[in-house]
Structures are given as structure tokens and as C-alpha cells.
């Protein structure tokens, strides 16, 4: 089946360092990407699409300038947590649209800001 | 009103029960149905996927969508204690804009 990898899985960064987070379709082609966050027990909320060779599609309230997602090519998109603070804290959690319908997701990044 | 209602539980049931997980919404418009499963610190796995109403099996999962009620559920049967995890519901139009319930904990107790 589909298979999005996320990396890394876990990441303990300093308050005012940046964070990359990629996620890489393996066996697809994904000209949309999309980018969750995911507080403890909360159900996922969407922060941004990204489309191969185009800009981002932000979700109101998201700070773009914060968040910046980049997705390079058709296997590649990356989010990068700017000058994370300890609010930025949270799950993150990549998508893309499976070739059989549903959407198949990373496993998933737990940033931690200190 | 949210999009998606989904009761986020906890609900604990006994080994080899039938399991029935439910989500409600309001967009008429919703035509592709999904369930997810999310274990602990993971990414969702998506255990179905449905198109309009109807049912849909998949070994010990049932997806069941009745549009005109916009209700869609999920029953699980044999439930195993590898089944305890959070159900999330998920739907979308088809415009790549898909809408998550709060997700319900399911534990199973051997």
C-alpha cells in the first residue's frame, strides 16, 4: 500500500532554533501534501497544503512565516517550525492522497520546544 | 455547529465484543467516508474507506454510511485488545478537504 515516511519521529529543539520536519511518499506520486498538528488528546487540525512546484495553502490563523513548507517535488515536502517556541510544542503529522482512495499519513513528529 | 460530531469516549469494552463507533455531520455535501485508526503517539492508519451510502466489510470491520441520515459507523467485531487505540472519522467533498471527528479511545480488555 501507500506508505508516507516522516522524519524525524522525535525532535527536542532550544526556543528560537528551527525545526525541518520532511515527509517523503515511497511508493507514490503526491502533488498535495498536507500538514496536521495534533495537541494531546485532540483530533487533528490542518494547518497547510502544500503543492509540488506551487506556494502553500495556509489555514487561517496559521502563521506562514512561521511555518514554512516547501514541496520540492512530486516524493518531497518539507515543514520547517521557525524560531519555535515552547507553544509550537505538539504532534505533527504529514498526508498525502493515497493512489487507492483515503488518504495515507507519516507517523508522525513530536517536537518539543525547551 | 462542527462539521464532524464524533463522541470522544472513553469507551471500554470487554474482549470479543462487538464494537460500535459513530460519527454524525452537517455538510450534505460529503460524499467519501473514512475511518482511521491512531495508536498511541502515531500517525493515523486508514482502516476504511467509503464512497456514498451503503456498506462496506473488511474482515472484522464494517463501515456502514447512510447519507440521507448523515450518520456513518464503524463496528468492529471480535474486538481484540490490540484494537485499543483512538477511532478518528474523517470525511471531505472530494476536494481534498477532508474534516476529522474528535476521535473516540477505545480500550479492550482482555
Same mark, same amino acid.
Given at each position: 500500500?501507500a506508505?508516507?515516511? %516522516?522524519?524525524?519521529?522525535?525532535?527536542?529543539? =532550544?526556543?528560537?532554533?528551527?525545526?525541518?520536519?520532511?515527509?517523503?511518499?515511497?511508493?507514490? %506520486?503526491?502533488?498535495?501534501?498536507?500538514?496536521?498538528?495534533?495537541?494531546? =488528546?485532540?483530533?487533528?487540525?490542518?494547518?497547510?497544503?502544500?503543492?509540488?512546484?506551487? =506556494?502553500?495553502?495556509?489555514?487561517?490563523?496559521?502563521? =506562514?512565516?512561521?511555518?514554512?513548507?516547501?514541496?520540492?517535488?512530486?516524493?518531497?515536502?518539507?515543514?520547517?517550525?521557525?524560531?519555535?517556541?515552547?507553544?509550537?510544542?505538539?504532534?505533527?503529522?504529514?498526508s498525502?492522497p493515497g493512489?487507492g482512495g483515503g488518504y495515507t499519513?507519516?507517523?508522525?513528529?513530536?517536537?518539543?520546544?525547551? | 455547529?462542527?462539521?464532524?460530531?464524533?463522541?470522544?469516549?472513553?469507551?471500554?469494552?470487554?474482549?470479543?465484543?462487538?464494537?460500535?463507533?459513530?460519527?454524525?455531520?452537517?455538510?450534505?455535501?460529503?460524499?467519501y467516508f473514512m475511518w482511521y485508526?491512531?495508536?498511541?503517539?502515531?500517525?493515523?492508519?486508514l482502516l476504511m474507506y467509503t464512497?456514498?451510502?451503503?456498506?462496506?466489510?473488511?474482515?472484522?470491520?464494517?463501515?456502514?454510511? +447512510?447519507?440521507?441520515?448523515?450518520?456513518?459507523?464503524?463496528?468492529?467485531? +471480535?474486538?481484540?485488545?490490540? +484494537?485499543?487505540?483512538?477511532?478518528?472519522?474523517a470525511?471531505e467533498?472530494?476536494?481534498?478537504?477532508l474534516?476529522?471527528?474528535?476521535?473516540?479511545?477505545?480500550?479492550?480488555?482482555?
Amino acid at each position: 500500500g501507500a506508505v508516507v515516511s %516522516q522524519h524525524p519521529s522525535r525532535v527536542i529543539c =532550544k526556543s528560537g532554533t528551527s525545526v525541518k520536519i520532511e515527509c517523503r511518499s515511497l511508493d507514490f %506520486q503526491a502533488t498535495t501534501m498536507f500538514w496536521y498538528r495534533q495537541f494531546p =488528546k485532540q483530533s487533528l487540525m490542518l494547518m497547510a497544503t502544500s503543492n509540488e512546484g506551487s =506556494k502553500a495553502t495556509y489555514e487561517q490563523g496559521v502563521e =506562514k512565516d512561521k511555518f514554512l513548507i516547501n514541496h520540492a517535488s512530486l516524493t518531497l515536502s518539507t515543514l520547517t517550525v521557525t524560531s519555535a517556541h515552547p507553544e509550537d510544542s505538539s504532534f505533527y503529522i504529514c498526508s498525502g492522497p493515497g493512489p487507492g482512495g483515503g488518504y495515507t499519513f507519516g507517523s508522525g513528529t513530536r517536537l518539543t520546544v525547551v | 455547529q462542527k462539521e464532524v460530531e464524533q463522541d470522544p469516549g472513553p469507551l471500554s469494552v470487554p474482549e470479543g465484543a462487538i464494537v460500535s463507533l459513530n460519527c454524525t455531520y452537517s455538510n450534505s455535501a460529503f460524499q467519501y467516508f473514512m475511518w482511521y485508526r491512531q495508536y498511541s503517539r502515531k500517525g493515523p492508519e486508514l482502516l476504511m474507506y467509503t464512497y456514498s451510502s451503503g456498506n462496506k466489510e473488511d474482515g472484522r470491520f464494517t463501515a456502514q454510511v +447512510d447519507k440521507s441520515s448523515k450518520y456513518i459507523s464503524l463496528f468492529i467485531r +471480535d474486538s481484540q485488545p490490540s +484494537d485499543s487505540a483512538t477511532y478518528l472519522c474523517a470525511m471531505e467533498t472530494g476536494a481534498n478537504n477532508l474534516f476529522f471527528g474528535t476521535g473516540t479511545r477505545l480500550t479492550v480488555i482482555p
